[in-house]
């Protein structure tokens, strides 16, 4: 059973609250597959999609997720609400609330806004990232895609390739995977290795090639093109040079090795076209589980009366 | 279950459950004019191996193979939203189309009817099949809603402070189905 009524981040739930959603996400995934894609087990209850950042694939996702189970759901993006008359975070989900919203899944640009809001509502919160802190669903999604094609996460050795220090999903992977029972190394230039990630229990490698030895699962991590005005590399191509997975350096990782990416992906950049569309690509299934996986979180976290 | 339920009566042994099954077996072949387009479904946990017997008897006596489906009904429970916490969720599989089958529920026990409402919910959900019946090995009474067996292994008058616990081989280790009830 899940003992908290938000999901905020994978770093504060445990290996069996974890083992629950995957199991359950197992049997939501059937639904996914049915000819008609509906179950009324969220019959007469509100999600609200709260976006202060831009997504497609997560917020289209927890979307079909709530109406495969049949709630109803507001989508609301900061950019056509009275976000931008200036109302703050608090007073907007206060109103959301007053009009009984049962949760409210949250994306913002500033670490540490889901967590905030949980404390403010009496709504179940889900995290669709904040900030580089997490984004608990994208770990989630990760984690069953692997277990689902290796049959378990234990001793698996996973690496994790490219922006980790603004990486919101590299951390929630971190989290989930080591407490599994995985391995997991992180890989990148210097200066987008966030000091002090050792701690957390991954291997840091700064040679690609390094990382990918004996690899049995590979994350490619986009190169958020929006936050490079920074200068952390010289360029995007030397950057696809040194750090890229192309053809050659996935021959490196294990010959069964998984590719993954949370996408977008910038195809020539941190991933060589001919990788994305190969056969040890997982990508477009890592997006048909996110439905499944974000289906058993709404469930498992919604249910409870009052007993 | 609380600890205090105490065993107050045997009323199937393993003998008692395989001739209950077998005869439901005979009646579904009967009622049915053969086998054609038969496909059981059971019911999360138990009714699972219970279809699965019903589906090796009915091949013994006919020499046809019957699909069979699992079915979780949790999904379409109608007391949700007055649990303290969800249930655990089973694999739903059915490797067949319902559509214009004859299909036969199978469960362990029947008693507010509240279990077979959800999973004709969740079999209409699947397609919509010519028939659908339903088979039980225990009817405890107690009915909340206009619903009925086809078969029935045997109808046991019951007090709703009893609780009807049917062991299998395959869930429990054990075979028989017995009567808990406090003092």
Redesign the interface.
């Known amino acids: 059973?899940?003992k908290k009524k938000n999901l905020i981040g994978l770093e504060h739930i445990d290996a069996p609250e974890i083992e629950?959603i995957l199991?359950?996400a197992?049997?939501?995934k059937?639904?996914v597959f049915?000819?008609?894609r509906?179950?009324?087990?969220l019959r007469g209850r509100t999600i609200t999609n709260l976006f202060y950042e831009p997504s497609t694939r997560t917020r289209t996702s927890f979307e079909l997720a709530a109406k495969f189970?049949n709630a109803d759901v507001i989508n609301i993006s900061s950019s056509a609400s009275s976000v931008v008359k200036g109302e703050s975070l608090k007073d907007t989900v206060r109103t959301l609330e007053a009009m009984g919203t049962d949760i409210v899944i949250i994306r913002h640009p500033m670490a540490g806004a889901a967590n905030l809001l949980a404390g403010w509502i009496g709504a179940t919160v889900i995290n669709a990232g904040d900030g580089a802190h997490e984004h608990p669903t994208q770990g989630l999604l990760d984690m069953f895609t692997v277990r689902e094609k290796k049959g378990a996460l234990e001793g698996l050795k996973i690496v994790i390739i490219g922006d980790i220090l603004h990486s919101r999903v590299a951390r929630s992977d971190i989290w989930g995977f080591l407490k599994m029972g995985a391995k997991v190394s992180v890989c990148g230039p210097a200066t987008m290795l966030p000091a002090g990630i050792e701690r957390t229990g991954a291997s840091v490698y700064c040679s690609i090639d390094e990382a990918l030895k004996d690899a049995d699962v590979i994350i490619m991590l986009r190169i958020q093109l929006e936050r490079q005005k920074a200068g952390l590399f010289p360029s995007l191509r030397e950057y696809a040079r040194l750090f890229g997975l192309n053809r050659e350096r996935l021959s490196l990782a294990k010959k069964d090795a998984l590719v993954m990416h949370p996408g977008p992906m910038n195809r020539g950049i941190e991933i060589s076209g001919e990788v994305a569309d190969s056969l040890q690509s997982v990508i477009n299934e890592q997006v048909t589980n996110g439905v499944a996986v974000r289906m058993?979180v709404l469930?498992?976290l919604i249910?409870?009366?009052d007993? | 279950m609380s600890d205090k339920m105490r065993q107050k009566a045997q009323i199937l042994d393993k003998e008692g459950i395989r001739r209950a099954l077998v005869r439901i077996a005979h009646e579904i072949i009967e009622r049915n004019k053969g086998t054609e387009k038969i496909a059981l479904i059971g019911i999360q946990r138990r009714g699972v191996p219970l279809a699965n017997r019903l589906s090796g008897y009915i091949r013994e006596i006919e020499n046809k193979a019957i699909p069979v489906g699992v079915l979780?009904i949790t999904?379409?429970r109608d007391d949700?939203?007055?649990?303290?916490?969800?249930p655990?969720?089973?694999?739903?599989?059915v490797p067949f189309p319902v559509k214009n089958q004859k299909i036969i529920l199978v469960d362990d026990v029947i008693y507010t009817g509240r279990t077979i409402r959800a999973a004709m919910?969740?079999i209409m959900?699947?397609?919509r099949p010519k028939i659908i019946q339903l088979a039980v090995l225990i009817d405890r009474g107690h009915r909340e809603l206009p619903i009925r067996a086809d078969y029935v292994g045997k109808s046991t008058p019951t007090s709703g402070k009893e609780i009807v616990a049917v062991r299998l081989q395959e869930t429990d280790g054990q075979e028989g189905v017995f009567i808990l009830g406090e003092g």
Do not use: S
Request: a negative charge.
């Open positions: 059973m899940i629950l199991d359950t197992v049997a939501m059937e639904i049915r000819p008609i509906k179950v009324p087990t189970l058993a469930y498992l249910g409870g009366g007993a | 979780d999904l379409y949700l939203t007055t649990l303290a916490h969800q655990i969720l089973r694999r739903t599989e919910d969740a959900d699947l397609g």
